[in-house]
């Protein structure tokens, strides 16, 4: 007896062995099509997110940014990383320094889910972005959550001495503070491009 309208998990246990490849193929390309369609919500965001730095919680594209959080889809790790900095609106003008900050910077919190994928994205923002702005110093927290502070540390420095001009400019002292820094203890007026607005 075929349960064509069961779960998923019913119908691998119930269809026969040649029918359960079919099923897994089948829901693998309609999961995969519907995490795509996320992604295609949030890059249709794309210009109103960089220029405004800013994402209300109640949006489709936060959702959209929790699902493929959830799912680790790392086809979403390009566009998170260049909207690491964009702030949920639902981060308070007044300050709350016993509060952490990090959980309100969405693309951050989901980077560090999807996880090594990350990685080379991360780092080049670290070697590139201005070290005073919210860019750097979240690229350089969400590297060390992932791959702990040893290994970041580590990483890049070896990222400076593939290339010299930015041994030149002191980034692995000034990656070192955020590097070494845990989420909690992070503020956003720590950045120069801070604005409560």
């Known amino acids: 007896m075929h349960a064509a309208n069961g779960s998923l998990a019913e119908r691998l246990q119930s269809e026969a062995p ?4 079919s099923l897994k193929e089948q829901f693998v390309t309609r999961l995969r099509g519907e995490l795509d369609g996320l992604l295609t919500v949030l890059q249709g965001s794309d210009e109103q997110l960089a220029a405004t730095n ?8 936060y959702r959209a940014i929790e699902i493929l959080q959830f799912a680790r889809y790392s086809p979403a790790t390009n566009l998170f990383v260049r909207h690491i ?9 007044t300050s709350d320094e016993a509060r952490a900050q990090f959980p309100y910077f969405p693309f951050a919190v989901a ?5 090594s994928p990350a990685l080379s994205s991360l780092i080049s923002e670290i070697l590139t972005a201005n070290p005073t702005t919210t860019r750097f110093q979240l690229s350089c927290l969400v590297l060390k959550v992932i791959v702990g502070e040893e290994l970041a540390l580590l990483v890049v420095e070896d990222a400076v001495t593939k ?7 002191q980034r692995p002292e000034q990656a070192t503070r955020f590097l070494k820094m ?3 203890e992070w503020q956003a007026t720590f950045c120069s491009d801070f604005a409560l607005a």
């Open 18 to 21: 040649e029918r359960r490849a």
């Open 54 to 61: 800013r994402i209300d919680p109640a949006s489709s594209e």
């Open 85 to 93: 900095a964009a702030r949920s609106t639902a981060f308070s003008v």
């Open 111 to 115: 980077l560090v889910e999807i996880g």
């Open 163 to 169: 290339d010299p001009q930015y041994k030149e400019n």
């Open 182 to 184: 845990r989420t909690s």
